[in-house]
């Protein structure tokens, strides 16, 4: 296991993190949990998505397979580019045009008062899609040479422009804010395409690029590029199910009372911290490692990767859940609680908050199993799963928003991602999952769990009298 390639990537992912949560602390002073913040949200909500979908790993996990084992590399990225390139372009002219439709999509149960709001800023915010592709399309050629600071680093880029605009115009209204922070999207997005070309061109990639770009007309890829086309679509749609969830979350929020659009944000924001240092850092950096030794049948040293990471994760996150839940009012209360983010938002939060961390080790898991699926080219398997979760998901959301509310629809998410993580291990092979765990490693992981608990409870009762 390429232990380097994790702590670089994880720690890449950390300062962007750490620099998101300080963005979503002034987002939250400048507009609390209000109808403006709902607004934004939901305006930042589709490309927010994709960004994700895209940026960590979900696009990398068609493409690379398909790039390793292409014979035509700078061809067959180029063609994939351009594809690529050109419809999303379309998709943002469309949706400058028609914003209010796109907007009406992603909030049923708002009043037309409040989409007519929304709709300029879901016209600014989607232009972001565009970079952002851009951005994961060079990263994928970096990471096959085992590049990953530039694009762990890049997501600073973005938070310190919308960071530049809260701190601008924090004293202005709240629509003069929601707009400014827009606009930084956009140039956030700029940003992150620049330096992923200055990276390209310091190691010499370019080279690829250009020659693919040269002899586009002249080499065969037919063969490639529809092998492609074949594994993209399952494999973007069976790598994605947490940011599915929490879209599906957002919209069924609307229905919900004013700022549960925003409790879901925040607490998904905290969420996402261990979710991407931890296991998005992890599973992104043995990936060009695994899809190389089962492309030459090397599978035992796949596997051996497979058990190290394991336990890597198993730790990580176990003890990161139990911290979150322990700690979860005074997480939230320290990140989010001054200015307009008041007493009870800080409780709605936290209560989400723990709901999602009850499938931070699910999705952190399945994530790691799902390797073996992609770079074996078994997209297909992998998105049924992803749509049973899926339909999993969304049945429990239905049953638990009356009752639980945002709360609900966090712990919907969770229920998915266990059910995810089950069948993902299932088709990968018990045999080989029972093999990790029938291991002392075991017993120490509970160890270390039920030791944290009793440190945290103690750390929380103690925090707690702090802040009553």
């Not at 796109?102 to 879901?122: D, N, R, V």
């Not at 040269?214 to 947490?242: C, Q």
């Not at 609680?337 to 008041?342: A, L, N, Y």
């Not at 339909?391 to 991602?417: E, H, T, W």
């Amino acid at each position: 296991m390429r232990l380097k390639s994790i702590f670089t990537n994880s720690f890449g992912i950390l300062i962007s993190r750490v620099t998101g949560l300080v963005r979503d602390v002034l987002m939250a002073s400048a507009l609390g949990a209000s109808l403006w913040s709902d607004i934004f949200f939901i305006a930042f909500k589709l490309p927010n998505l994709f960004r994700r979908i895209f940026a960590e790993g979900a696009f990398t996990q068609a493409f690379m397979p398909s790039f390793v084992a292409s014979r035509q590399k700078g061809v067959f990225s180029v063609a994939i580019f351009l594809r690529f390139l050109l419809f999303l372009t379309i998709a943002s002219l469309v949706v400058t045009l028609f914003p209010e439709l796109i907007t009406k999509l992603l909030a049923w149960g708002w009043s037309p008062q409040q989409i007519e709001q929304t709709a300029p800023l879901t016209a600014i915010n989607f232009w972001y899609l565009d970079f952002i592709f851009i951005v994961t399309f060079l990263a994928t050629i970096l990471q096959y040479k085992e590049h990953f600071f530039t694009t762990a680093m890049s997501t600073a880029l973005l938070n310190i422009s919308m960071i530049g605009a809260l701190i601008l115009f924090m004293h202005q209204d709240p629509k003069t804010v929601a707009y400014a922070v827009s606009i930084s999207v956009v140039i956030g997005g700029i940003l992150q395409v620049i330096t992923h070309i200055i990276s390209i061109k310091n190691l010499n990639l370019h080279r690829i690029l250009v020659g693919g770009w040269h002899y586009r007309k002249k080499k065969d890829i037919k063969e490639e590029t529809e092998s492609f086309n074949k594994l993209f679509i399952p494999a973007v749609w069976g790598s994605s199910t947490a940011q599915i969830n929490s879209f599906i979350d957002t919209m069924l929020a609307t229905f919900l009372v004013s700022g549960s659009v925003s409790y879901l944000f925040y607490a998904n924001r905290v969420f996402q911290l261990p979710l991407a240092i931890i296991a998005i850092a992890t599973t992104t950096a043995i990936f060009p490692s695994v899809s190389k030794a089962i492309k030459n049948g090397r599978n035992q040293e796949a596997y051996v990767n497979l058990a190290q990471a394991f336990w890597l994760l198993a730790f990580t996150l176990g003890v990161a859940t139990v911290g979150g839940i322990m700690l979860a009012e005074p997480i939230v209360w320290l990140l989010f609680e001054r200015g307009k983010f008041i007493r009870s938002d800080t409780l709605e939060t936290a209560n989400v908050l723990i709901m999602y961390l009850a499938g931070l080790l699910p999705f952190g898991l399945a994530k790691l199993f799902s390797l073996f699926l992609y770079a074996s080219h078994q997209q297909s398997k992998a998105a049924k799963i992803a749509t049973i979760s899926l339909v999993v998901n969304i049945i429990a959301s239905l049953v638990l928003i009356k009752p639980m509310g945002a709360m609900g629809l966090a712990l919907a998410g969770s229920i998915g991602g266990w059910i995810l993580f089950i069948l993902t291990v299932y088709e990968v092979g018990m045999d080989r999952f029972w093999e990790i765990i029938k291991s002392i490693k075991t017993l120490y992981w509970v160890m270390v769990i039920i030791g944290s608990a009793l440190i945290l409870y103690a750390l929380n009762l103690w925090l707690l009298n702090l802040i009553r």
